[in-house]
């Protein structure tokens, strides 16, 4: 597997034909990246560039490098050296499984010691109020906790360097340690968001208008005061579903 240092997307142009305004991004391990612009903008088609490791091969006229080169072509089409994961808002599993029995499975096929499966479940357990057993069957798990059990699956089985992350807002997990933790793994994450809470706590967002990449706003100081109190309240939010969930009474609103 490659070791992947830095990813430049290098632009290519708008829905009209036009040449994007930015013309190169280059994001670094460890680094959260957002990816903000109105609905049908063009979003998720970076994503999917990103995904595709574009090669000036797709609408867009992008290209993606790797360490400031172009990948290798066995790269892009073999599954085994696949570089990019994604976790999207619409996701669920469909082998009839156990957690166990999966994240084992994964584990091996990646040539990693399966005493990893239980690091994966108490990971998993951090990032859901619904709570995960070894042996519950994939196909009985609800999206959250899909979500929250790809991600720490990601973040210590999986090899690919690279996370994209369209629209989990509204997906039932915790969002802000989901990126977290994937970042402190030194994952490059990049994430399609109209949250104002994951959109802050990126390092830069890159703003897309018409298809295309337009302007790059770094986060500043002020932004990231901003997002420690709307996170408090995001949190609050989070456990009072989780109370209602549960079947309980709600106490202690003023």
Do not use: Y
Request: net charge negative.
């Amino acid at each position: 597997m490659t070791e992947i240092l830095n990813l430049t997307i290098i632009g290519g142009v708008n829905k009209d034909g036009v040449d994007e305004p930015i013309r190169s991004v280059e994001i670094s391990r460890g680094e959260i990246v957002g990816i903000v612009g109105p609905t049908g903008s063009g979003k998720s088609t970076l994503i999917d560039d990103i995904e595709q490791l574009a090669q000036g091969d797709t609408p867009t006229g992008r290209t993606l490098l790797i360490n400031g080169e172009k990948p290798d072509a066995d790269i892009r089409v073999d599954p085994r050296q696949k570089l990019v994961a994604q976790l999207s808002q619409n996701m669920h599993f469909l082998a009839d499984m156990t957690v166990e029995e999966f994240l084992e499975m994964h584990a091996r096929s990646r040539g990693k010691d399966t005493s990893l499966v239980a690091r994966v479940i108490e990971l998993a357990n951090t990032l859901t109020g619904e709570p995960i057993a070894a042996h519950h069957h994939l196909t009985a798990l609800s999206g959250g906790q899909s979500r929250s059990l790809m991600t720490a699956d990601i973040a210590v089985i999986s090899d690919s360097p690279v996370v994209l992350i369209d629209e989990v807002e509204n997906a039932g997990i915790k969002k802000q340690e989901a990126l977290q933790l994937l970042a402190g793994e030194g994952k490059i994450v990049v994430v399609v968001t109209h949250d104002p809470v994951l959109a802050l706590m990126s390092s830069r967002r890159i703003v897309i208008r018409n298809g295309g990449m337009v302007d790059i706003i770094t986060t500043s100081q002020q932004e990231q005061d901003v997002c420690g109190r709307i996170t408090e309240v995001d949190n609050w939010l989070m456990s009072l579903r989780d109370t209602i969930r549960r079947g309980d009474i709600v106490e202690g609103i003023a």
